[in-house]
């Protein structure tokens, strides 16, 4: 059974950094794209940025020069660097990971339970 565990939210006022961790666990073959998707109250959960295993990156708009995704294929692991933070940065973080638990299995796309990120003074 795969899990996707993150870590890394909180409260942080404006202007602020926060960094948020997400490994993968359990039964895995290949994990193909990695990324961060948000969901603020009230709203649709967005795309933040997503990394391939060969580290092509795609980020919002909105998070554009301000957000920085790496990734550690040998750990399973995704890291979200948040600078400059602002309120409409505020929202539940989701790690994502679409992968392969087997060669033979399709690919899915994993979620994990999220983390709070609050930006406000």
């Known amino acids: 059974q795969v899990q996707l565990v993150e870590s890394g939210g909180g409260l942080v006022q404006p202007g602020g950094s926060l960094r948020l961790s997400c490994e993968a666990s359990?039964?895995?073959?290949?994990?193909?794209?990695m990324g961060w998707y948000r969901q603020a109250p009230g709203k649709q959960r967005e795309l933040v940025a997503t990394i391939t295993s060969g580290g092509s990156i795609n980020y919002a708009d909105s998070v554009k020069g301000r957000f920085t995704i790496s990734r550690d294929n040998a750990k399973n692991t995704v890291d979200l660097q948040m600078n400059s933070l602002k309120p409409d940065d505020t929202a539940v973080y989701y790690c994502?990971?679409?992968?392969?638990?087997?060669?033979?299995?399709?690919?899915?796309?994993?979620w994990g339970q999220g983390t709070q990120v609050t930006v406000s003074s």
């Open positions: 359990g039964r895995i073959f290949r994990i193909n794209i």
């Open positions: 994502s990971a679409y992968l392969k638990e087997y060669i033979s299995t399709p690919t899915y796309n994993y």
